[in-house]
């Protein structure tokens, strides 16, 4: 299961405290104490793996190391290690207590969420000629402490989208080296399946159904990772009794989420062509070329049509 949705505190680093302590060396007698390390900072940084945030299941607190406090004959404390946490490429981390929203957009893009506190000067910088045996030090800043939401948007070039049980997992399958699980009943995907296509990465989006928009079957849940696929493979069974109606439900669903996902460039493919006769599936076509010019016919068991698909598709990675 991929977890795309959590809620986390990271804590950064308390600085360490300077010391206070005094050479006992004959001649040399003088403020010696060192500064207190700094806390090590915490980051989150994109990596390419989708279930990169699957290790915070239970584990929904991070911190960094603390600074080390300062030491005698003017030895600094230790500066605490950062904390690099790994999450997938398409994260957005909105900061709950600040307002602030960033994009991990891409791979090896590091973002700082937490800033280690500095570490306390110790007597040794407190020293001056009225000084000589200061007792001054300065304690290490606090961590910084904040509650943020990791909310996955995946990346993809295509995302299939379509009601549930339509053929998107097959057709996937048939197209890369995917292995989503395909069956014949409705939601039999239950998180989104990536696929590659030479460069290009396929999402098969799970089954969405009408008022998916306002939470109904799978929901807003994987509505958003629509967001950011630059084209829309959309699928209506040649087995529905009403495939125009199929089409504008999806439609509506996408629109009534957000309205530019209703602006990009959409391809239609009636699936599982095989299933009608020829002279059935020539009338669906023509009444859904009505809605959109872009309409093929595809089965997996046709490699004519699955040859056409790949077209398109090397005609969207040349573009790239």
Do not use: C
Not at 63 to 76: H, P, S, V
Not at 235 to 250: L, Q
Not at 286 to 304: C, E, Q
């Amino acid at each position: 299961m991929i977890i795309d949705d959590i809620t986390i505190k990271v804590s950064s680093g308390k600085g360490g405290r300077g010391a206070v302590a005094f050479s006992n060396v004959k001649m040399s007698k003088g403020p010696t104490g060192g500064s207190g390390g700094r806390g090590g900072d915490v980051y989150l940084e994109g990596v390419s793996d989708l279930s990169a945030l699957n290790s915070l299941r239970f584990k929904k607190e991070l911190k960094a190391e603390n600074g080390q406090d300062g030491r005698i004959q003017t030895r600094d404390g230790k500066i605490g290690e950062d904390l690099v946490f790994k999450v997938p490429a398409g994260t957005v981390i909105h900061n709950l207590d600040t307002g602030e929203k960033i994009d991990v957009v891409k791979i090896g893009q590091r973002v700082l969420v937490a800033k280690g506190g500095r570490g306390g000067k110790g007597n040794f910088l407190f020293r001056s000629a009225r000084n000589v045996t200061p007792m001054q030090y300065q304690e290490g800043r606090p961590a910084e402490t904040f509650n943020l939401r990791l909310e996955l948007k995946m990346i993809a070039d295509v995302g299939f989208v379509g009601l549930p049980n339509v053929g998107k997992s097959s057709v996937l399958n048939e197209l890369t080296n995917a292995r989503s699980k395909a069956a014949n009943y409705q939601f039999t995907t239950l998180e989104p399946n990536l696929g590659v296509y030479y460069d290009l990465i396929l999402a098969d989006i799970p089954g969405l159904i009408a008022g998916a928009s306002q939470g109904r079957g799978l929901g807003v849940k994987f509505l958003r990772h629509i967001e950011r696929t630059k084209t829309l493979f959309h699928f209506v069974s040649a087995e529905s009794v009403d495939p125009a109606g199929d089409y504008k439900t999806i439609r509506k669903e996408l629109g009534a989420y957000s309205k530019p996902l209703l602006k990009k460039t959409e391809y239609l493919f009636i699936s599982k062509s095989d299933v009608v006769p020829p002279k059935d599936l020539k009338k669906i076509i023509a009444k859904m070329k009505k809605l959109n010019s872009r309409v093929l016919p595809v089965s997996i068991y046709d490699f004519d049509s699955i040859e056409k698909i790949k077209k398109i598709l090397n005609k969207i990675a040349k573009q790239k």
